[in-house]
T-cell receptor, first 116, second 110 residues
């Protein structure tokens, strides 16, 4: 079974530029999560989708971050414009009510963003 | 609010040593508890979990017991290997959200 796919793996941009990350969850997983992991910290949930609807985006800085999950499959997270403090690893995860249960989230390898 | 506190690292051990990584939590209700591991260059992987008090999660020689009275979920392994070198994250699931600790880096020397 293929895992959660993310791209790109690495991205370096200047502050005030825009950037987008892509995630493809495990096939059949209805729930998709985006996390931000700053160096030396644990992941922090940014947004959670159930199919193509948003369940929780309370921690998403909506003035600069946006995310969508059209058709309830893959998802895109965008930052516009980027700030220095956005430098982090962005993790995507998915889970299923059936396979492993809602408790078990499967993580992708992450995208490491460096903002200069 | 809900939170997880882990011992700071790095933890440096010799191969075959005994490992304990402490984790305590604060939560309302009865959260599920998890240990995730992150190997260099890879994503987070679920190591083990426990969903109710006194449950013991185990996997790959690692164990952790859900202790409600001490609000703890300490990770243990009797004999570590060099391949166990990684960052370990304790987490709780409150309602639908995973809340992570800050992680503990483990270095195992041959």
């Amino acid at each position: 079974e293929a895992g959660v796919a993310q791209s790109p793996r690495y991205k370096i941009i200047e502050k005030r530029q825009s950037v987008a990350f892509w995630c493809n969850p495990i096939s059949g997983h209805a729930t998709l999560y985006w996390y931000q992991q700053i160096l030396g910290q644990g992941p922090k949930l940014l947004i959670q989708f159930q199919n193509n609807g948003v369940v929780d985006d309370s921690q998403l800085p909506k003035d600069r971050f946006s995310a969508e999950r059209l058709k309830g499959v893959d998802s895109t997270l965008k930052i516009q414009p980027a700030k220095l403090e956005d430098s982090a690893v962005y993790l995507c995860a998915s889970s299923s009510l059936v396979a492993g249960g809602p408790d078990t989230q499967y993580f992708g390898p992450g995208t490491r963003l460096t903002v200069l | 609010g809900d939170s997880v506190t882990q011992m700071e690292g790095p933890v440096t051990l010799s191969e075959e040593a005994f490992l304990t990584i402490n984790c305590t939590y604060t939560a309302t209700g009865y959260p599920s508890l998890f240990w995730y591991v992150q190997y260099p260059g890879e994503g987070l992987q679920l190591l083990l979990k426990a969903t109710k008090a006194d449950d013991k999660g185990s996997n790959k020689g690692f164990e952790a017991t859900y202790r409600k009275e001490t609000t703890s979920f300490h990770l243990e392994k009797g004999s570590v290997q060099v391949s166990d070198s990684a960052v370990y994250f304790c987490a709780l699931r409150a309602r639908y959200k995973l809340i992570f600790g800050s992680g503990t880096r483990l270095l195992v020397r041959p």
